[in-house]
């Protein structure tokens, strides 16, 4: 009876306390933090997105954030809070902390292309005050192509179109000669080219001279460290749809309507970098604008809930690179 | 005393065991012209490899050239010291020289969901001097067996 | 028929083990909590499937060990240690491990309905499994619920039925490991029949105080083969003559005689050798196509692929073997009917499929094995690292030679087919010649095998 009653209990204990001891395990990783934990499961948009895709906490909470992905490798990111996780294995778990110091609502993205539908995959952490709960919505300025009434849905074709790509190396050398005093921000390179082209003094200048001292103004003003930056952006955010070589040719972007769903003779899929015709015309506020509301319908995403204003002008100075050959190396 | 290695037995075994270790070590030349240069692009994607067989010669260099349609995958080759990884966006490139013969698969080496572990692809570096000994092997072992176990 | 056997239990320490009643209840002791982990892991732990322990220990861990290891070596070793039917056995006996008085059970005892005494239930509900393998492999949600379903289904199964009912003719695994048992190199034999013609209580039947009568309704006495014995060694325990026990014997052994061949066994060898074929396309084959529609249950292509699945396992191969049967009788004379002749030959499918299902185990196996260390460190992937193993990256084994080994493992199959076919002609006092279409058929089987794995 004895020997019963001891194999008896070691069923019971693999049955009843094997099973509530591993439970029993999970629940003490969880609680003998001194952080709030929160289960965050990263899915393909089509299978659910972020779980929960809204967090909240309050105002001063110590929270940890249980990042898990369920199908293929993600990212994780919240750019307010300065958190980045790059890389979210499927069945590993990455732990990010973070102390909810000011109130407000901050967006949080996945950061690595996991489906077509990737860009859909946000959420929001809101941290709340709870002296005061319901604050006023904070005001933002107008961002600038408002401020400048500038159409970014309209055409903007280039008035002038050089002969070849233009290079910011060849520039460089007549950076002494030629001025080109411009707001790279606010006017497209092909106004700025009007305006040195029926400048007399640079009247021995050729076209491509022109052109060139402009590339090589737009990378000085952009600077080394801002384009190095855009191009990290780039290649993270960007380059699935319009390609690596920024010809719109991306795998993510094969499918998309583009610029038909406003124009149906348009060409179809993501904006080509590439053509200097269509980017020259552009200046770099109506680009931001682009980039900062989205797309309206042609799949395009907006990206002023994640981007500041300088990742925004960091990546279109790079985007430049495509039409002005900056020279500057590939490699990171 | 093992009975079943009665008469003519002991012979057919011997042979076709001999027969055997020729058709694995019996020299056979490598390859028939002269060692080139290719770039092959392999489109990654849930979960599959196109194209999912590659062929290449004995001696070439091979650059394959590796971009995935949805989310990141890796590339991986048995027996071949190549493992790359793409995701959209990110194209990947890796160089070797294809210096086996034989038949490798090729494998997703990045958790990509619930198929990953059956995605798969296979390289077959001509000539596929191991398959055809593989195939000489089975068809002595065959034989022998048949002659080995006709009467008894 | 002499054959070179050893008695293991001459050996005092197997004997010892083998006599005593708490073998069977540590073994399960052990197999319990690994099997209620993947149930666990299977329904509480992250979906994907390769940071699961409830796929990776069942479907890449215990599947190694049954196919690779204790199938060849030690036949229905497993089925010792399985356990699912653990529970209900237990209930039945109202014991763990000390019998009840002359080896009473408690259950309604009902017998299984006479037409149904065949493994044609096993071979339905393994290819039932079959059908939607791809998700259960790759599912640990679907997976756990498969696994506490057979739980729930032996359970029931042995509080309606007697003794072992469901392992023995409803277990989908059970099937072909009791076919392939018949190559294992351990049999649990009596020693003398002539001592069990005299002994009249036949306690290894009907129980007695020492233990129960046999779980798989054999009578030891008349055990031919290891097919439906699930070497619990309940009889070894029974026999007051100690007339039961463990022999050594050479590998195939069961397969030299023509006796008691079936067709449901037959099917079982076809199922089981068309779906190593079949797995090695659609599963480690460079074809998508086929593993998307296997994978997508419910859509068009999905059905598809489960008629075509089901068609080439119950009749394409077993019409093309009876093609082989029927030029094989016209090339011999041969008395014997062609059901008979279908059925015997299809035996000598036996040792090749074993040797095919642990080919394509092998790569499968070794390929995806170092996520063992992972999930033995993070069972539920919820980022535990017990052993400080849940970081180690995917690693296959033998990259590269794996098919070295795997050519090997098909020829020494071949062979044994190739043995097996000659002696059932041999048996039917027919030529040898009728089994050459067989052989002609098994040396395709392999080059296929071979064209597939190289």
Known sequence: MRREIFALGVVVLSFVVFPASLFAYQAWRTNALDARVIELTANVPANGGWQPDTIRVHLGERVRLRISSTDVVHGFAVPALGIQVDEILPGHVEEVEFVASRAGRFPFACTRWCSVDHWRMRGVIEVIDPQNPNPASPTFAPPLYQQLNVNIDAAHPARNVPSEHPSAVRGAVLAEQITVDADTRTQSPSDVFAKLRADAALKSYGDLQLWDAIAFEWKRAAGDDAIARGRQLYARDCAACHGESGKGDGPAGRNLPGRTVIDASARRGPADFTNAAQMLGASDVLLQGKILRGGMGTGMPEWRSLYTDQDMWDVISFIRGFVFEYGMSDKK | ?152 | MTMSRFELTRIPIIKKILASRWLQWSLIAITLPVFLLSILAGLFGTPAGSRNFGIVFVWIVWWALLILLMLPFAGRLWCAMCPIPAPGEWLQRRALVQPRERGRLDTLGLKWPRRLNNIWLQNATFLAVALFSVVILTTPMVSALVLALFAIIALSISLLFERRTFCRYLCPVGGFIGLYSQLAPIEVRVKNHAVCVTHKEKTCYVGSDAGYGCPWLVFPAALDKNTYCGLCTECLKTCPLDNVALFARPFGADLLANKGRRLDEAYKAFIMLTCALAYSIVLIGPWSILREMAYAVGSMGWWLYAAGFLAVNLAVVPGIFLACVLVGKKMGRVIASTRKLFVDYAYALVPLGLAAWAAFSFSFVLTNLSYAWQALSDPFGWGWNLFGTANWSWTPYLAGWQGMLQVPMLLVGLVGAIAVAFRTAREQRASPRVALPIVAFCIAFTLALVGLYL
């Open chain 2, 1 to 152: 005393m093992m009975p079943w290695l009665r008469g003519r037995r002991p012979l057919i075994a011997a042979s076709a065991a001999l027969l055997t270790l020729a058709a694995i070590f019996v020299p056979l030349p490598a390859r028939a012209g002269t060692p080139q240069t290719r770039t092959i692009n392999v489109d990654a994607r849930q979960f599959a490899f196109e194209p999912a067989t590659l062929d290449v010669q004995h001696g070439d260099t091979v650059t394959l050239h590796l971009e995935s349609l949805d989310a990141l995958h890796g590339l991986s080759i048995d027996g071949y010291d190549v493992n790359i990884q793409a995701e959209p966006g990110k194209s990947a490139n890796v160089t070797f020289v294809a210096d086996k013969a034989g038949t490798f698969k090729f494998r997703c080496s990045v958790t990509c969901g619930a198929l990953h572990p059956f995605m798969i692809g296979k390289l077959t570096v001509e000539p596929d001097l191991p398959l055809a000994r593989a195939i000489a092997v089975t068809l002595i072992a065959a034989l022998g067996a048949i002659a080995f176990f006709w009467k008894e």
